[in-house]
């Protein structure tokens, strides 16, 4: 076997390595969810916001990024943070009304994304800031919830302010996109 043939080989090997950390996030939500302790909760949630940063870091170290990647990703961050969040509803902390400010624009982004399936829609591919920055913050709103419950309305306003700018530029961007033409597969 040339060399070239192992490069490929090995890159086909572990292509899904990012894909199988960005799903390590369910696991560890699930296991939140049933294991008592403030320590054993934060180790959990610091694996699954360390899941979050390595998933991305390896696809683009390794050049293993793929298009199924740029959707397992996201989906397992949205996952997480809504199985975690939804574990401290109804709280002393945490209503309904919040989560659903926290969870606005993640329902928002599925929504658009299922229409723009259905519809046959082109859009950007490429994760957004403000989705970044939303997704961040969210992940500090859950290490609040955990560590410092009395200051949960602040986040929920920064996530709220947050999501509603991502919102905005989801929306601009995704009509930007559906005005160029769809490649042919």
Known sequence: MDRSSQGKTY??????LPNMISMLRLPIAAAFLVVDGQVWRGVLLSAGAMTDALDGWVAR???????SGAVID??????????????FIPGPYLGWTQFAILMA?????????IFAKIANVNLPDRARLGGKVVT????????????APDLIDYCVVAVGVSG???????????????????SAL
Request: charged content about 15%; aromatic content about 16%.
């Open 105 to 113: 624009r993640d329902v928002y982004v599925g929504a658009a994304f």
């Open 164 to 182: 509603g700018i991502a919102i905005v530029d989801y929306t601009v961007a995704a009509s930007m996109a559906s005005r160029r033409p769809s």
């Open 11 to 16: 890159k086909s090997l572990f292509v899904f």
């Open 136 to 147: 961040f913050l969210q992940m500090v709103t859950l290490f609040v919830l955990l560590f």
């Open 61 to 67: 170290r390794f050049g293993l990024g793929t298009k």
């Open 74 to 87: 996201p989906l397992f961050d949205k996952l997480f943070i809504l199985v975690v969040m939804a574990s």
